[in-house]
């Protein structure tokens, strides 16, 4: 309160809004209210721990934002357009992408076509950047082993029942 300053994070030149933040938050908020079965009060919200996911998830993109940008990389209109149109979250019922079901998705999710073009573009330049970096990497094999063991890891226990008259008196344990 008091302060005109409307950036929760810089990264660079890359700055996120409060307006930003404010609907990442609302719809994290909403998507664990819907999985808990309850709504959440933002100060509930805050003891769960989502106003620091949110920060965190929001300043991870803002820094690879900036190192997309910085070396030059940029998504084009036309494929930001071909995506949006091609995400199934805006079909109608013919099965294809529908402008009346995206102005709603827009609406209920209380934001701009700009702010979501945008949003869009971010993600698809992170994409190509991460894409770039993670696409020839190979996991040694030894580390993909151990990790499938653990991950697929059994065990079996057996053991048989003894009574006790099958055994005679057994002494205390010795140090």
Do not use: C, W
């Not at 808990?36 to 920060?55: H, K, N, S």
Request: proline share 3%; charged share 25%; glycine share 6%.
């Amino acid at each position: 309160r008091g302060f005109t300053d409307t950036t929760v994070l810089t990264a660079g030149n890359t700055e996120v809004s409060v307006d930003r933040f404010a609907a990442e938050y609302r719809q994290r908020m909403n998507e664990f209210s819907e999985r808990i079965g309850q709504p959440l009060t933002p100060a509930e919200g805050r003891q769960y721990g989502i106003d620091r996911r949110v920060i965190a998830q929001l300043a991870g993109s803002a820094v690879l934002s900036e190192e997309a940008s910085s070396l030059g990389l940029a998504v084009s209109d036309a494929l930001v357009a071909a995506d949006i149109r091609g995400d199934e979250n805006f079909f109608g019922a013919f099965g294809k992408f529908d402008r009346q079901t995206y102005n709603l998705a827009l609406a209920q999710s209380q934001i701009s076509e700009a702010a979501f073009v945008n949003d869009r573009r971010d993600f698809m330049t992170r994409d190509q950047l991460l894409k770039a970096v993670s696409e020839g990497a190979t996991v040694p094999a030894g580390l993909a082993e151990a990790m499938y063991e653990y991950q697929y890891e059994t065990r079996t226990a057996r053991y048989i029942v003894l009574p006790p008259d099958l055994v005679a008196n057994v002494e205390d344990p010795s140090d």
